[in-house]
């Protein structure tokens, strides 16, 4: 069977904003709904915290199993269960009784999920290899317009019809996310007996140069670290800057989103450059250009300012994790491509669990201009490393199989 990998491209580029606005959506009344639970008041920001964080440890912590079937099952299998099962442990959260079940819940979301990575190494094993960055690129603007549009979503929603029925609603949007990988996504993919099976060790004895692929999954944990670092006090920073602005809360929420507008309208038009010259070398000017973004942060006067940085930001972002991908999947065998994705995965995840830590660490001992620096700090590591884990293929394009 011949599988139209660009139809499959754009259903999953459905699926994955439908994941990355579901996740999103629920993120602005999290606290608040806490607090409707009978958390004490003392504790909120403690939960709220951890209902994120849970998600994303779990999901690490998970990854590789799921990567493991997927090799052997198929992507699209994979695809299906996750977003079949967020649908439940999502809608669920809208019949909580207390704090402790909406964490539990929480974690479940996390150990099923998997419908971006999944779909990422569903496309990955499908497009042409000179197509690859481009296809990869687009891919990765599905999640992260779902992620733009969730909490003005979110927040409308929760007004119009209570933060209860916004779960309900989730629920459903990610059940008619299931329907449409169910009969839309083809993939041909002969299921492998358990026996006949390449272990990932015989599969990373397969890749021309192993190092850099475990060079590309710290280059992801640390990249993760440095975007999530400033999350826990970007809203507070732009309050503290906007002094008497009035609707401050509307400014922060421009000033938050406009970096994923700039991703946006970049990532697929990199993916291309990347295709063309080599996805390390975009790779490392979107590091050098993120580290250039960040460092005037710490030093902005207005709220202006740091929206205009954050824009600049954002074009440099849409080139790192496709850039990453494309390159993880130029390096892997087809038959454990599901597999290392899910390791990557698990580097990202982590370091989504210890960027806000860490962010917040460096605020509380040197203040929010602190965090930048701090980020910047964590990003030249990046760069330094990417500059050890490419040499001599600098200014190249090179073939990694």
């Known amino acids: 069977m011949q599988v139209d990998w660009k139809r499959n491209l754009y259903i999953a580029w459905l699926g994955c904003f439908f994941t990355g606005a579901s996740f999103s959506l629920v993120m602005p009344f999290i606290p608040v709904y806490i607090e409707e639970l009978g958390a004490p008041k003392s504790k909120i920001e403690f939960y709220a915290g951890l209902a994120i964080s849970v998600t994303a440890l779990a999901s690490a912590l998970v990854a590789p199993i799921w990567g493991n079937l997927a090799d052997r099952k198929g992507r ?3 695809m299906v269960r996750a977003a079949a099962g967020m649908t439940i442990t999502m809608g669920a959260l809208a019949f909580v009784p207390n704090v402790y079940w909406l964490l539990i819940m929480r974690f479940m979301t996390g150990v099923l999920s998997g ?20 296809a990869l690129g687009t891919l990765a603007t599905g999640a992260v317009a779902g992620s733009l549009i969730g909490p003005l979503m979110g927040g409308a929603l929760a007004e119009a019809f209570g933060m209860q029925n916004v779960f309900i609603i989730t629920g459903s949007v990610l059940f008619l996310n299931t329907l449409l990988t169910i009969f839309f996504v083809k993939e041909d993919f002969q299921p492998i007996a358990k026996k006949n099976i390449v272990s990932t060790k015989d599969i990373i004895g ?19 670290i440095g975007i999530t670092s400033i999350s826990p006090i970007l809203t507070l920073y732009i309050r503290e800057l906007g ?18 507008v700039s991703a946006f309208i970049s990532s697929p038009f990199l993916g291309k450059i990347g295709d063309r010259y080599g996805n390390q070398n975009v ?5 050098v250009l993120f580290m250039f973004c960040i460092i005037p942060m710490a030093f902005v006067k207005t709220p202006f300012q740091l929206g205009v940085l954050r824009f600049l930001m954002g074009f440099s972002t849409g080139a ?7 390159i993880i999947s130029k390096l892997t065998p087809k038959e454990g491509v599901s597999r290392i994705f899910s390791y990557n995965q698990m580097a990202q995840n982590f370091g989504q669990v ?12 040197f203040g929010y201009s602190g965090v930048f620096i701090g980020t ?10 990417s500059l050890y884990n490419f040499k001599g293929t600098i200014g190249k394009h090179i073939d990694y199989t």
Not at 115 to 133: F, L, R, W
């Open 354 to 365: 210890l960027g806000p830590l860490i962010g917040s660490t460096i605020a509380t001992g």
């Open 243 to 260: 002094g008497g602005v009035e609707n401050i809360l509307f400014v922060s929420g421009m000033i938050v989103s406009i970096a994923g």
């Open 320 to 326: 790192l994790m496709p850039s990453i991908n494309s």
């Open 376 to 385: 910047a700090g964590f990003i030249l590591i990046n760069i330094g490393l």
């Open 76 to 78: 699209k299998l994979m």
């Open 283 to 287: 790779l490392l000017v979107g590091l």
């Open 206 to 224: 397969k890749i021309k140069d192993p190092s850099m692929l475990y060079g590309l999954f710290i280059t992801t944990l640390i990249l993760q």
């Open 115 to 134: 419908y971006v990575p999944n779909a990422t190494a569903m496309i990955a094993s499908q497009a042409p290899m000179e197509k690859n960055g481009w």
